[in-house]
């Protein structure tokens, strides 16, 4: 079996491989050298997708066959708000392929989804309909859609995040939207739309159950199981309810958390890398560190920077912004650092095959 | 018709296999572009913006003259001249939106 580690950084990406036992990885980027890579998305169709993003030029998809460092094509008409549209297309945040189609969520907050393999996109003009949308307010990062969930038992249902809105929930795949965040506190509360003003930072769902999602908020850490109808708060054990990622391992449904101290300092907790993890769906967590920094390291963790692979015992994956990359392969209980310095990590997805 | 080069940048080439330099004829500024952009019209939306001007950081050369400093892109070429696409970015910042003022891209 291979495995493939797909490192998105303020650089470029770099296309770590190993095999089953994950234990050495060899480094075959930088691809797109310069370019910030801000998403990866699963293979869909046959085909890869990259999303890069430049302050200077812009952002683009990318699609490849495979991820080679080679024979990678830009999408012929890629996500632009349509002529007359004063938004500026300023980052592709993530792509998510969904069945037959892929969607891309962006910032400034908005939705794209391709019929046609990702040559093609066009605005979902749903999520831009909503009644408080005129209110929406940007996080640090900007007004970004920058994850999205959907459920396959319901094909029309999906879950979009937005910082600093909240969760959105569309039952009739994107038409329409419903934000869902009753007990999760407002970071930015609206006088008008109390609805609004929470910043999620990460969601991970359940693989049996759909509405069962975890999130990481910039307030908070909770657990909705009826789908964002409501959420509850899940922190015992965590040393800070802020931190950006959250993932969770498609075998044992083991969580993973890397809380970062306060939205003050966005740093690794007195100067160490700690990893949590939850074997009981939330409901408490235990600190991982055998193997990881424990000591003058002050790094953050971005929202689309933990990947846990499909592998039993898993491999839990985590990039810093000073670009080190820790790595389990087995569940969390030990972490190596790559030996490798890479530019500021922002997404990482691994794939088996 | 004169036969004009368009120079890409290396880190904008890579979105077009690679290619630094392409070879159009033209009778002007505007076209040679056009026929630049026809060959690889990936270039299109990292150029310009949604108005169709040059995106703020990027500039482009008529040999030694900035076309932001002539009227119009209606200006003949002459065989051998070089068009030159080139990032316009001085200092050591890694984020460029911190320089130019327009907010902070990355959350922590």
Known sequence: MKVTAVVGTQKGAFILRSDESRAEWRNEGPIFKGWKVTAVAAPAQGRVHLALASDIYGPAIQIGDGFSTSEWRQAADGPRFPPGDDRELDQIWTIFPHGEEIYAGVADAALFKSEDGGESWRLIEGLDRHPTRASWFPGAAGLCAHVLLSDPQNPDRLWCGVSAVGVLRSDDRGRSWTLKNEGVEKVVPDEEHPEIGCCVHGLAQDPDDANVIFRQDHRGTYRTRNGGDSWERIERGLPSGFGFPIAIDPTTKALFAVPLESDEYRLTPKGRLGVYRSRNGGDSWDLMRHGLPQENTYAGVLRSAVAVDSLDPCGIYVGTTSGSLHFSNDRGDTWRTLPHLLPRILCIEVFAE | ?108
Not at chain 2, 13 to 36: F, N, P
Not at chain 2, 51 to 80: E, P, Q, Y
């Open chain 2, 1 to 108: 018709m004169a036969r004009v080069t368009v120079r890409i940048p290396s880190l904008l080439a890579q979105v077009i296999g690679g290619v630094q330099r392409i070879d159009v004829e033209a009778e002007t500024l505007k076209g040679a572009l056009d026929q630049a952009l026809k060959r690889h019209p990936e270039l299109e939306l990292h150029l310009f913006d949604a108005k169709g001007s040059f995106r703020d950081h990027v500039l482009c050369f008529h040999n030694d003259t900035d076309t932001r400093w002539i009227d119009s892109l209606d200006r003949a070429v002459n065989d051998g001249d070089r068009i030159s696409i080139v990032q316009s970015v001085s200092g050591g910042a890694e984020d460029l939106k911190a320089v130019v003022g327009t907010g902070p891209t990355d959350e922590a």
